[in-house]
């Protein structure tokens, strides 16, 4: 298989600077360090031969001989020295390394030896040292939701659901920490009965269980149904109580129905039963503030709803909501 150029461009910039501090190495060592056979190194060496920088004279090309099995290179200032990883590279090591440290995957000292010749890895280009700040997760909070992951119990959390608006306390058994654009904790939800991803950030407090034999309820509701961010600007009065909500919605809006973890409050879904393309959410374990935002904001696709109440809820905060506007003054 022909060798790919990415593969020959590394090789030869590496080949350079291994050679401008080597002078004179056996062609079959040169070889065998870089992985190929002597005829491979030898067409390097003959590109060589006509790199260097822009003019094309003969003094501004690298100059390399090979006679007698000994190999130099000359003339080859600009790249005598080894590739050094970019910014990005180096950042994302980093952040690599702040993860096994954080989940406790590796030796200590060995990551802060490996992380200090990191950040001076990026060269003197970059601006020196590089400046990264992955996600950190709190002292305490970590060393609570470690124990919990190393001895197999439960933990109570405290936990904001910004869908709701609401705190909520849950009874959960830590399964595992992960790290995505924030830390996330994945557990089984004793309280929700099932199986949730909860943000780090989002976790207002954390303790042993008092009672691992919590039952599964509808008023701790996940808050997966709320990700999409129309369906939460328009809030309503607070309120912890749960409602549901079933909803028919209308071709144009079905979209919604994708942006909506059904199975995650223990909902259904019926496609077409309004007629082609409408989709049907029965959604029992959502809260009545969220269950009031997603009407209000979305109400002109929706073609059916219940209850009553939230229904009349919704209705009642848009009616406020356009008043604003009757009220304002037009500006001269």
């Not at 200590?108 to 992380?115: D, K, N, Y």
């Not at 701790?220 to 999409?228: G, I, K, L, N, V």
């Not at 129309?230 to 919604?256: C, D, F, I, K, Q």
Request: include cysteine; charge should be negative.
């Amino acid at each position: 298989m022909a060798e790919r150029a990415h593969d020959r461009l590394s090789r030869l910039l590496g080949l350079v600077p291994y050679l401008t501090r080597r002078p004179g190495t056996d062609l079959a060592d040169v070889a065998a360090h870089f992985d190929v056979d002597a005829e491979q190194i030898v067409d390097d060496l003959e590109l060589l031969f006509v790199t260097g920088r822009p003019g094309h004279m003969p003094d501004d090309l690298i100059e390399a001989e090979w006679e007698g099995g000994r190999v130099y290179v000359g003339n080859a200032d600009e790249v005598s020295v080894p590739v050094r990883l970019s910014p990005h590279e180096v950042g994302g090591l980093l952040l690599a390394l702040d993860y096994l440290e954080s989940a406790h995957e590796a030796d200590p000292t060995t990551i802060r030896s490996v992380r200090q010749k990191l950040q001076g890895a990026s060269g003197e280009g970059s601006g020196g040292m590089l400046d990264i700040s992955p996600p950190r997760l709190p002292g305490e909070l970590a060393d609570t939701v470690r124990a919990a992951l190393r001895e197999g119990t439960t933990l109570d959390i405290r936990y904001y659901v910004p869908a709701r608006d609401e705190l909520t306390e849950r009874t959960i058994r830590p399964l595992r920490l992960r790290l995505g654009r924030v830390w996330y904790l994945d557990a089984h939800c004793l309280t929700s009965g099932g199986d949730r991803s909860f943000a780090v950030d989002r976790i207002r407090a954390a303790a042993p269980a008092r009672d691992a034999k919590t039952t599964p309820s509808t008023a701790e509701a996940p808050d997966a149904p709320a990700s999409h961010s129309a369906a939460n600007a328009a809030a309503g009065p607070t309120s912890a109580s749960p409602s549901g909500v079933s909803v028919a919605l209308r071709p144009e809006s079905a979209w919604l129905a994708d942006e909506i973890d059904v199975p995650a409050v223990g909902g259904t879904r019926r496609d077409d039963e309004h007629g082609a393309g409408t989709v049907s959410l029965d959604l029992p374990h959502v809260g009545r503030d969220w269950a009031v935002r997603l009407l209000s904001a979305h109400g002109a696709g929706v073609l059916a709803a219940d209850p009553p109440e939230v229904v009349r809820r919704a209705a009642d905060v848009t009616h406020e909501a356009l008043s604003l506007y009757a009220r304002r003054t037009p500006e001269d």
